[in-house]
């Protein structure tokens, strides 16, 4: 631990950090390819290319000039692109399956009673690019005890711009530094910090399925680290 002086609220990455969104969406993928008769295609593999898609469209999203809007709307392009450059045809129903699959993501092991204990001593926050509806959802599905649904849609900017993080202090009524980033990146921590606020790195060696995580070179020592949402608790006196 390297803070000064413990934050007043956590605010949380959800895809990886809290949830295993390729676990729970190549499960999908393959429901869905094997109903439309492609039972032989690699879920994971898709699932993959199409998190892939996600990542460069965030990273690059504040240089197109395009206004916000939700998640929802940029899985489904993604989507169609990727079906476009597989030659692969899926009816409108399996896409929209696919999209609204984000909703329903399975949590980590340990993330509900993590999140549960990290409750009792601080307001616990999304700081997300998933957008109210869906974070709304996935946590009913995943009984994730979130007190408020912030990150992009309130802020009106995708993660990592620091609007994305600086708006959810302000809507806190706090400052950036007395609000702490809690995820499983590099990349997000490293935006974070460069926005003002506190940092705490969850490792999640399978969130690509053992694979190296693609943003390991913003790797840098954060505030608090742990191998778990239950350890990081231990570690803040919860």
């Known amino acids: 631990m390297t803070a000064s002086s413990p934050p007043k609220a956590l605010a949380f990455d959800v895809f990886g950090t809290v949830v295993d969104w390729r676990t729970s969406i190549a499960a999908l ?4 390819l094997s109903a439309a008769g492609h039972a032989d295609m690699d879920a994971f593999a898709f699932t993959d290319d199409w998190r892939k898609r996600y990542i460069v469209g965030m990273r690059d999203f504040g ?11 940029l899985h489904r392009e993604m989507l169609d692109a990727l079906l476009t450059d597989m030659q692969l045809d899926l009816a409108e129903a399996d896409r929209d399956t696919l999209v609204m699959g984000w909703h329903r993501l399975e949590p980590w092991p340990d993330s509900v009673e993590g999140l549960t204990r990290l409750k009792r001593r601080f307001p616990l926050v999304t ?9 709304v959802n996935m946590a009913r599905h995943a009984g994730l005890p979130w007190d408020a649904i912030l990150g992009a849609e309130v802020a009106q900017a995708y993660k990592p711009a ?34 003002g606020l506190q940092t705490a790195f969850i490792h999640r060696p399978l969130e690509y399925g053992g694979a190296p995580a693609p943003d390991l070179q913003y790797q840098q020592q954060w505030d ?3 191998g778990s949402l239950a350890e990081l608790a231990e570690q803040m006196g919860c």
């Open 162 to 195: 620091p609007a994305a993080y600086q708006r959810t202090a302000q809507a806190l009524d706090i400052a950036p530094g007395e609000l702490c980033l809690v995820a499983a990146h590099h990349g997000d921590l490293f935006a974070a910090r460069a926005a």
């Open 29 to 32: 993928v393959g429901q869905v």
């Open 63 to 73: 240089k197109t000039g395009r206004g916000f809007v939700k998640l929802d709307i």
């Open 224 to 226: 608090y680290q742990a």
């Open 127 to 135: 700081c997300s690019n998933g957008h109210i509806a869906l974070l």
